[in-house]
Nanobody, 123 residues
Framework: QVQLVESGGGSVQAGGSLRLSCAAS????????TGWFRQAPGKKREEVAI????????YYADSVKGRFTASQVGGKNMLSLQMVSLKPEDTAMYYC????????????????WGQGTQVTVSS
């Protein structure tokens, strides 16, 4: 029943910004935790941000802290990831994932995943 669909990816020059969106259906976002992950070819999957509104828990990777902001649009089952001051090393496929458990997201084992959206940052 749970579906996640990412959008908002694209190509941008270094220093630019993008906003990714994750549209969720089949559950109420306020009751689920959502994580953003990214993976570049030949590299390990990396946790980017985790938002768990009900528990008030948040997490940001050191590499994006201060530049990326995860938030929830209340009443719309929509999550967003605002990315500013983008760097070439931010280039990756970005995935939205969700699970009722914050711990599952921390461990990188959420139950539900989106299909991903590509972000490319040129120098």
């Amino acid at each position: 029943q749970v579906q996640l669909v990412e959008s908002g990816g694209g190509s941008v020059q270094a220093g630019g910004s993008l906003r990714l969106s994750c549209a969720a259906s089949g559950y109420t976002n306020s009751r689920f935790c959502t994580g953003w992950f990214r993976q570049a070819p030949g590299k390990k999957r990396e946790e980017v941000a985790i938002l768990c509104p009900r528990g008030g828990s948040t997490y940001y990777a050191d590499s994006v802290k201060g530049r990326f902001t995860a938030s929830q649009v209340g009443g719309k089952n929509m999550l967003s990831l605002q990315m500013v001051s983008l760097k070439p090393e931010d280039t990756a496929m970005y995935y939205c994932a969700s699970d009722p458990s914050y711990q599952a997201l921390i461990e990188g084992t959420p139950t539900y995943w989106g299909q991903g959206t590509q972000v490319t940052v040129s120098s």
